[in-house]
C-alpha cells in the first residue's frame, strides 16, 4: 500500500476528473489491487480485494494530511468502493458529495455518482479518446457522428464541442440515455443531437437510415450477457461499418478486456471489413500506463476508403 500512500503525498489539487493512482497497471508490485480516482470535489477509492479497518485508516489519514495541505479551507470527501467476488460494497468514508454531482474535462460538464454502481458517468481511461473525437470534429465541418454503446454520451459532448453538426446516440439503456441527454442539457448542447434508446442489433434499419456517417464510434462493454459478448458480438458490428461510413470516414473502435489484445480487433476488422484501413491506436491516459499494454484499453482508429478518381 506504500506506493497508493506515497502518491496521495505528492498529489496536487485535482481540478478536472482524474485518475491519481493506478496500482491495476502492475507498475506497483503488492498494489495491483488498488486504483484511486478524483471526482472533484471527492476522492474514489476503490479496491479489488477487501482492505482492513486498519488499511481503510491508513488511506483516510493520508488523504487528511494531503488536503489540509492544498485545499485546508474545505472539507474532505473521499469514497470506498470494494468490487470482489462478484460483489460490489461502497461506503461514504468522510465528508458528503454534492448532488447533482458534476465534474469538468477538458472545458465539458460531466454528471457522475460514486455511490451507485460500478459504472460512475464517466470513464477516466477513455479521456483521450474523448480528445481525439474533440479534435476530429474540429477538423471536419459539419460532422454528421454515430454513438454506439453512447452510456452517458460523453463521446457526444466531445463531439458537439469540437463543432460537430449532429450525433445520433444510441444505447439499450434508457437510464444512461436519460444521463446522456442531462449532460448535453449541462453543457449547452440541446437539440444538437437525438437518443435512441433501443438494442441496436434489433436496430440496423433507423440507424442506418440516419446515416451515413463521418464518423462512428463504437465502444461497448467486453462482456454484459444479453447485451454484448465482444467474442461473438464485435464481428456483426464491423461487417455494418463500410455501409454506415461516408468515402474516407473514420472508425473508433475500443475494447476494455484486459483477456483480449490489440490484435483482436485487427484479425476481426480484417475478416468483416478488411477495405477499412487501420490509422492508429490511440495512447492511454498516462495516469493509466500499464506494463502490459496489451491488456489495458484499445482505442483503435479506422479510416475508409475514399471514392476513386475519375
Not at 158 to 166: E, N, W, Y
Not at 179 to 194: D, I, K
Request: glycine share 8%; aromatic share 8%.
Amino acid at each position: 500500500m506504500q506506493a497508493l500512500l506515497d502518491a496521495i503525498a505528492r498529489a496536487e489539487r485535482p481540478l478536472d476528473a482524474q485518475r491519481i493512482f493506478h496500482g491495476r497497471g502492475g507498475l506497483h508490485p503488492g498494489c495491483e489491487h488498488l486504483a484511486l480516482d478524483a471526482y472533484p470535489p471527492a476522492w474514489l477509492l476503490t479496491s479489488f480485494q477487501p482492505l482492513d479497518e486498519a488499511e481503510l485508516a491508513r488511506v483516510g489519514q493520508a488523504l487528511a494530511a494531503r488536503w489540509q495541505q492544498i485545499a485546508p479551507d474545505e472539507p474532505l470527501n473521499w469514497v470506498y468502493q470494494c468490487r470482489f467476488e462478484g460483489r460490489t460494497e461502497t461506503r461514504l468514508m468522510a465528508g458528503s458529495l454534492p448532488e447533482p454531482h458534476v465534474v469538468t474535462e477538458q472545458g465539458a460538464r460531466y454528471l457522475v455518482h460514486l455511490l451507485r454502481g460500478q459504472n460512475h458517468g464517466l470513464f477516466l481511461d477513455m479521456a483521450e479518446g474523448r480528445a481525439w473525437v474533440r479534435d476530429y470534429a474540429a477538423r471536419q465541418p459539419r460532422l454528421k457522428m454515430l454513438n454506439l454503446f453512447a452510456y452517458s454520451c460523453a463521446f457526444s459532448v466531445a463531439a458537439l464541442q469540437g463543432g460537430a453538426r449532429q450525433v445520433v446516440n444510441v444505447d439499450m439503456s434508457a437510464g444512461a440515455i436519460g444521463l446522456g441527454q442531462q449532460n448535453h442539457a449541462l453543457n449547452g448542447l440541446q437539440g444538437q443531437a437525438s437518443f435512441l434508446a433501443h438494442d441496436i442489433f434489433k436496430t440496423w434499419g433507423k440507424i442506418t437510415r440516419g446515416g451515413p456517417y463521418g464518423l462512428v464510434v463504437v465502444d461497448p462493454p467486453s462482456y454484459q450477457k444479453g447485451s454484448f459478448v465482444a467474442t461473438k458480438d464485435y464481428l456483426k458490428l464491423m461487417r455494418r461499418l463500410p455501409d454506415l461510413l461516408i468515402p474516407g470516414g473514420h472508425a473508433l473502435l475500443c475494447l476494455n478486456a484486459p483477456e483480449l489484445g490489440p490484435e483482436f480487433l485487427q484479425q476481426q476488422m480484417a475478416e468483416a471489413a478488411p477495405e477499412l484501413v487501420f490509422e492508429q491506436r490511440l495512447p492511454n491516459p498516462a495516469a493509466f500506463a500499464d506494463i502490459a499494454p496489451e491488456r489495458a484499453l484499445k482505442v483503435l482508429v479506422y479510416r475508409a476508403p475514399e471514392l476513386p478518381s475519375r
